[in-house]
């Protein structure tokens, strides 16, 4: 702060200086002071860039300031000033958080009508947005839709999309994209391969699950914790605690270390397939493993023993 005095007094400020002085306070949470800031480089005559308004939108935006964001948008555009994707980008962003998605979409016109072209990031976060406002048509149209706007789907474009249609149970969208990315070429992730499995067994479909599982291991690759974590919860919720038990108990053989997720899973089947010997089993095995059981554990424990 006392060098920026002295370069105000020696007139030694810039937009350059400008922009990591707004960066350096929005990252300190600093919002005020950062919109104090703004009319003191209007008032020095110092002409804004584009970066300058995509490091204040992305601010204000990130600090929860969307509609003052969304006003010093208008007002850039009104003067004609300079303006990226980076800044419509974060608008895009803020709106989509606040579940303001047609505002969001409609953003898209504003960006052509001021010259500014959208990018891969930027639809994946409508098509993110358009998913978790439940608008699974509008997600796949827009897909569609991308290459018109001369932007390319990507490998996370794909994943968001087929985790949206796997939890809506649209499980042949779902496999419908991922032959159309195997078809371009593409590998399958371990990313997508547990939101597939998350999917199938969200939708009580264990067995595809299952199979999907097998596929996976036989084509060399090696689940993680996590895609783990995800088939043993599948294998609980249907009642098929014993698969689940072995599938844990094979872990170790395939490097991958059990985690609390795992074990509270696993003694959560086993309370509510009433089988009190072998969730007290995991329990002493969490004890053990070095983890610290959490308020989950604590209450899994609490509500198994009342129910045996």
Not at 193 to 203: A, E, K, N, P, Q
Request: neutral net charge.
């Amino acid at each position: 702060v006392e060098l920026w005095d002295v370069m105000g007094r020696e007139g030694r400020r810039n937009v350059v200086s400008f922009n990591i002085f707004f960066r350096g306070l929005f990252e300190n949470g600093k919002v005020e002071e950062a919109i104090s800031l703004w009319q003191i480089l209007q008032e020095n005559e110092c002409v804004a860039d584009s970066t300058t308004y995509g490091v204040l939108i992305h601010g204000l935006c990130k600090n929860g300031y969307l509609n003052r964001a969304l006003w010093l948008l208008t007002e850039a555009e009104d003067r004609g000033d300079d303006m990226d994707v980076f800044g419509y980008s974060s608008i895009i962003n803020g709106l989509c958080n606040a579940k303001r998605v047609d505002e969001a979409i409609g953003m898209l016109d504003r960006m052509a009508k001021h010259g500014c072209n959208p990018n891969t990031p930027v639809c994946n976060t409508l098509i993110n947005g358009l998913i978790r406002a439940s608008k699974i048509g509008d997600a796949i149209r827009f897909f569609k839709e991308m290459v018109t706007k001369d932007c390319f789907p990507t490998v996370v474009t794909y994943n968001t999309l087929i985790d949206g249609v796997c939890k809506a149970e649209r499980f042949d969208e779902a496999y419908r994209l991922v032959k159309e990315m195997l078809e371009k070429g593409w590998k399958l992730d371990m990313i997508t391969y547990s939101m597939l499995i998350r999917g199938l067994c969200h939708g009580k479909k264990i067995d595809m699950a299952l199979s999907l599982w097998c596929q996976v291991v036989e084509k060399g690759l090696k689940p993680d914790v996590i895609m783990h974590n995800i088939i043993i919860h599948g294998l609980c919720s249907a009642g098929k605690v014993g698969d689940a038990l072995q599938l844990y108990l094979g872990m170790n053989q395939c490097d991958c270390v059990p985690n609390l997720v795992t074990l509270n899973t696993l003694m959560e089947g086993f309370y509510k397939a009433r089988d009190c010997e072998n969730a007290s089993v995991v329990w002493a095995r969490l004890l053990r493993s070095g983890l610290k059981p959490d308020i989950i554990s604590y209450n899994i424990v609490l509500k198994g023993l009342c129910s045996c």
